[in-house]
C-alpha cells in the first residue's frame, strides 16, 4: 500500500516537460549571467576608456597651465629685465671712458649743445619742462639739496622725463661750502643722499659736481682747486660752462640782455656748456628759453645732456 501510494506521488507529472522547464530556466539564467558580464565589461571598458581620456585631457590641460604659467613667468622676467635695464640706463656710471668724454666735451667737431640749470628746482623748473618736452630736448640740471626738499615732485619729474640730474651742492652759501675742501665734499654727498631718497633711487649718483659761483677765481680760488682734487678722489667730476645767458648778472635782466649774451658768448664755438637758472626768482630765463633754442637750432647745433658723457 505504501509503495503504490509514494508513486502516485508523481502522477501527473512530465519528465520531459520538467527537464526542458529546467533547460529554459538555465538557459536564461545563462543568458542573463552573460548579459550582466558584457553589460558590466562594456561598462567597465567604456569607464576605463574614459577615464584614460579624461586623465589624458587633464594631463594636457595641466600641461597646457604650466606651458602658459611659465610663459607668463618669462614674460613677468622679460619684463623686470627690460625694467632694470631702462632703470639702470638712469644711473649714471662713472668710467674711464666717461671721465675721457668730459675732459673732450669742447673739442669737437659737431656742433653741441648742453643746456644746464642751476640752483633749482623752483616753480619755474615746470615751464621748463615743458618748453622742454615741446622741443623734445634733454637737458642737465644743476640742482641745490635744499630746493630738492622743497620741490620732491619736480625733482621726480625731471629724473623721469630723462634730464641729468647733477649736483649743485646743498646750501649754496658761500661762506659755508668754502671752509674746507672736505665741506665741498660734504655738500655734494648732502645734496647727492638727498637726491637719491627723493627719486627713491638708493645708489644714484651724479658723479657730477658744478662750484656755485663757478670752479675759476675769486677769494676762495685755493679751497676750490683743494676741493676740486679731492672730489675728483672720490670719483666725483666737475663742469664749468663755456657759454651763457647772463640770466644771474642783473636783478632784472631783460629778453635783449640775456640773447645778446648767447650770442657772444656762444659765437665760433662748436661744443657748448650753456650756463641759465631755474632759481625762484629767474623767470626771465622761462620766457627766453624759446628763443635761446630756436637761435641755438638756427646756427645748427644739436642738444644733448650728460647722459652723453657719463654712462
Not at 31 to 50: E, G, M, N, P
Not at 247 to 272: F, H, I, R, V
Request: aromatic content about 10%; overall charge neutral; some cysteine.
Amino acid at each position: 500500500m505504501g509503495i503504490f501510494q509514494k508513486k502516485d506521488q508523481y502522477e501527473g507529472y512530465n519528465i520531459y516537460r520538467m527537464k526542458k522547464y529546467v533547460d529554459k530556466k538555465r538557459m536564461i539564467f545563462t543568458i542573463t549571467a552573460i548579459i550582466v558580464v558584457i553589460v558590466t565589461l562594456s561598462l567597465t571598458i567604456f569607464y576605463l576608456i574614459d577615464t584614460t581620456i579624461r586623465v589624458k585631457k587633464s594631463k594636457e590641460f595641466a600641461k597646457q597651465i604650466e606651458e602658459f604659467e611659465h610663459q607668463q613667468q618669462q614674460e613677468e622676467e622679460k619684463k623686470k629685465k627690460e625694467e632694470e635695464e631702462a632703470r639702470q640706463a638712469k644711473i649714471p656710471k662713472l668710467t674711464e671712458q666717461g671721465k675721457e668724454n668730459l675732459k673732450n666735451i669742447y673739442h669737437t667737431e659737431e656742433k653741441v649743445a648742453y643746456l644746464t640749470f642751476d640752483d633749482g628746482p623752483s616753480n619755474n623748473t615746470h615751464e621748463i619742462l615743458d618748453i622742454l618736452n615741446q622741443y623734445n630736448i634733454k637737458a642737465t640740471f644743476f640742482v641745490l639739496g635744499s630746493q630738492v626738499e622743497v620741490f620732491p615732485e619736480t625733482t621726480n619729474r625731471i629724473y623721469n622725463e630723462g634730464h641729468y640730474i647733477a649736483n649743485h651742492g646743498y646750501s649754496h652759501k658761500y661762506s659755508s661750502i668754502y671752509q674746507a675742501p672736505e665741506n665741498v665734499l660734504n655738500e655734494f654727498n648732502q645734496c647727492n643722499q638727498i637726491v637719491a631718497k627723493t627719486i627713491n633711487i638708493p645708489e644714484y649718483n651724479s658723479h657730477l659736481f658744478r662750484f656755485p659761483g663757478g670752479l675759476a677765481g675769486g677769494k676762495y680760488a685755493e679751497i676750490k682747486k683743494q676741493a676740486k682734487v679731492l672730489l675728483e678722489q672720490n670719483d666725483i667730476l666737475q663742469i664749468n660752462w663755456n657759454s651763457l645767458t647772463g640770466d644771474s648778472e642783473k636783478a632784472k635782466p631783460t629778453e635783449d640782455y640775456l640773447m645778446n649774451n648767447l650770442q657772444k658768448t656762444t659765437a665760433g664755438k662748436n661744443s657748448l656748456v650753456v650756463l641759465m637758472h631755474d632759481a625762484q626768482a629767474k623767470h626771465i630765463t622761462v620766457e627766453t628759453l624759446p628763443k635761446v633754442i630756436d637761435y641755438l637750432q638756427q646756427q645748427g647745433y644739436t642738444f644733448k645732456n650728460f647722459y652723453e658723457i657719463i654712462k
